[in-house]
T-cell receptor
């Protein structure tokens, strides 16, 4: 059973469209991170959110941590083919510092 | 500045064999965590090494063991390989047992 549920599992869109990926749990997390992983490579950290309600922006990517620190979302504006990849959310429970619990990931494909 | 490096890149073994995977952390990092990523899944935490000791362990059997050397590099050993051990094994390093981790490219293990 995954502690973090991501949706959708797959997303296929055209260049220029907007999208949102969700990461939900019934558990509270001390912090939550988003990674992007490309084929044959390890995950690359995009952002860490630590405060309930926190919103962080990274160019066209907007990350939000839920008020109760149980969920997060990633919104991409005007998606580009270079955004294609597997997006993973990962959280820590606080009591087990350094142990990350990952979701299954959202495979995003952006077509030109 | 080299990031996290792992060797080998790919490995093919047969059931019952033993395997050793290696990881060199990013410069300045002293903590190494190992994750298993099965096809279509998010990474699952195996264990974490800090100060040459196993500090945390996930839900993996004793067939999975590790070691950290004085130079902070680490090895993951898996004995009595099963078909289900086929996966991408990821090493992540951090400056201490913190949650912002930097991942290597992984070792793809195939068990036949």
């Amino acid at each position: 059973t995954q502690l973090l549920e991501q949706s959708p599992q797959f997303l296929s869109i055209q260049e220029g469209e907007n999208l949102t990926v969700y990461c939900n749990s019934s558990s509270v997390f001390s912090s939550l991170q988003w990674y992007r992983q490309e084929p044959g490579e390890g995950p690359v950290l995009l952002v860490t959110v630590v405060t309930g309600g926190e919103v962080k922006k990274l160019k066209r990517l907007t990350f939000q941590f839920g008020d109760a620190r149980k969920d997060s979302s990633l919104h991409i504006t005007a998606a580009q083919p270079g955004d294609t990849g597997l997006y993973l959310c990962a959280g820590d429970r606080g009591s087990t510092l350094g142990r990350l619990y990952f979701g299954r990931g959202t495979q995003l494909t952006v077509w030109p | 500045d080299a990031g996290v490096t792992q060797s080998p890149t790919h490995l093919i073994k047969t059931r019952g064999q033993q395997v050793t995977l290696r990881c060199s952390p990013k410069s300045g990092h002293d903590t190494v965590s190992w994750y298993q990523q099965a096809l279509g899944q998010g990474p699952q935490f195996i264990f974490q090494y800090y100060e040459e000791e196993e500090r945390q362990r996930g839900n993996f059997p004793d067939r999975f063991s590790g070691h950290q050397f004085p130079n902070y590099s680490s090895e993951l050993n898996v004995n009595a390989l099963l078909l289900g051990d086929s996966a991408l094994y990821l090493c992540a390093s951090s400056p201490g047992p913190v949650n912002e981790q930097f991942f290597g490219p992984g070792t793809r293990l195939t068990v036949l």
